[in-house]
């Protein structure tokens, strides 16, 4: 079993920073590879970007290239995605996500096994 804990969300002016952080605990070691997801009132869980654990190969979707960032800290066994000049339509809530089962495809969300609880993120105009 994994268990993830996300921090970080909260509210923020269009223009502004915030940096999400997830927290790995439990069967680390199983690992391959931790996303980010996001999820708006209405509309269908997308992908934000992604990491594969050991070789730290990083994915972005194409609205956040330039603006979001994803690092790990192996030591901490934590996932962070920086996030600049945010947009009211980055508005939603984040999700990380881990996958222990190697994946081709990281942008899909059925991917993944074990999930956070979610932060919400707002960002105002």
């Known amino acids: 079993q994994v268990q993830l804990v996300e921090s970080?969300?909260?509210l923020v002016q269009a223009?502004?920073?915030l940096r999400l952080s997830c927290t790995i605990s439990?069967?680390?070691f199983s690992t391959r590879a931790m996303g980010w997801f996001r999820q708006a009132p209405g509309k269908e869980r997308e992908?934000?970007?992604a990491i594969r654990w050991n070789s730290?190969?990083?994915y972005y979707a194409d609205s956040v290239k330039g603006r979001f960032t994803i690092s790990r800290d192996y030591a901490k066994n934590t996932v962070y995605l920086q996030m600049n000049s945010l947009k009211p339509e980055d508005t939603a809530v984040y999700y990380c996500a881990a996958a222990v089962q190697w994946r081709n495809d990281l942008n899909d969300p059925r991917g993944y096994e074990y999930w956070g609880q979610g932060t919400q993120v707002t960002v105002s105009s």
Do not use: E
């Open 56 to 58: 730290g190969i990083i």
């Open 15 to 17: 223009g502004g920073s």
């Open 26 to 28: 439990g069967r680390t």
């Open 8 to 10: 970080g969300g909260g």
């Open 47 to 49: 992908f934000v970007s």
